[in-house]
């Protein structure tokens, strides 16, 4: 299982790196969201691991613009405690 490590203080909440972990228990409770970019789909490797650990704060998961997750353009974890794991066939996302 691959983890990594978020960067809070990214711009505007958005994290950019293909590198950030889902432990969001750190974030302001002034924060209402976490944008995660996700890497393109054919650099994705195995399957990673995405909790949201705040109990304020939703974590919006966004592959790049034509990636889908099980068909959305979007997936939010939008509860404590609430998490996921995802993979990928090289051209989108599935949630395990």
Known sequence: ??????????????L????????LDSISASQEQIIVNLP???????VTQHKNLSENTDVIL?????TM???????????RYEGIGIYSDGSNYYIQ
């Not at 299982?1 to 958005?14: C, G, H, I, L, R």
């Not at 950019?16 to 432990?23: F, G, I, T, V």
């Open 1 to 14: 299982m691959k983890y990594y490590v978020v960067d809070t203080e990214a711009e505007a909440n958005t």
């Open 16 to 23: 950019r790196s293909a590198c950030y972990q889902a432990l």
């Open 40 to 46: 393109i789909a054919n650099t994705h490797i195995g």
């Open 62 to 66: 966004t592959p790049p613009v034509g």
């Open 69 to 79: 997750i099980d068909g959305e353009t979007s997936f939010t974890l939008d509860k």
